[in-house]
Nanobody, 123 residues
Framework: QVQLVESGGGLVQAGGSLRLSCAAS????????MGWFRQAPGKEREFVGA????????RYVDSVKGRFTISRDNAKNTVYLQMNNLKPEDTAFYYC????????????????WGQGTQVTVSS
């Protein structure tokens, strides 16, 4: 089992930045590729990005490329989502998740999920 806890969400103005953290406990953190997803009201949960087990590669959905960066610190069992130049359309509940698959963008490939953290971007 892996337990995931997100933090760092909040209210920010458009153009601002936030850094989300996801702390993991349980089984070996470095064995898992980590992903970030988000869900806006009335919409399906969507893939934001993911990072490989070692942290040497990452992928992102087109809408956040160049603005969001995922990193991880395996010594601290933590993955981060740095969000810059935030837009109102980034408003959503953000979730981190763990997968044994390499940086998958499919929800079904993730076995463990955090409870989420709210990000609200005002215009």
């Amino acid at each position: 089992q892996v337990q995931l806890v997100e933090s760092g969400g909040g209210l920010v103005q458009a153009g601002g930045s936030l850094r989300l953290s996801c702390a993991a406990s349980g089984r070996t953190f470095s064995s898992y590729s980590m992903g970030w997803f988000r869900q806006a009201p009335g919409k399906e949960r969507e893939f934001v990005g993911a990072i490989s087990w070692s942290g040497d590669s990452a992928r992102y959905v087109d809408s956040v490329k160049g603005r969001f960066t995922i990193s991880r610190d395996n010594a601290k069992n933590t993955v981060y989502l740095q969000m810059n130049n935030l837009k109102p359309e980034d408003t959503a509940f953000y979730y981190c998740a763990a997968s044994v698959y390499w940086s998958s963008n499919r929800r079904v490939d993730y076995d463990y999920w955090g409870q989420g953290t709210q990000v609200t971007v005002s215009s």
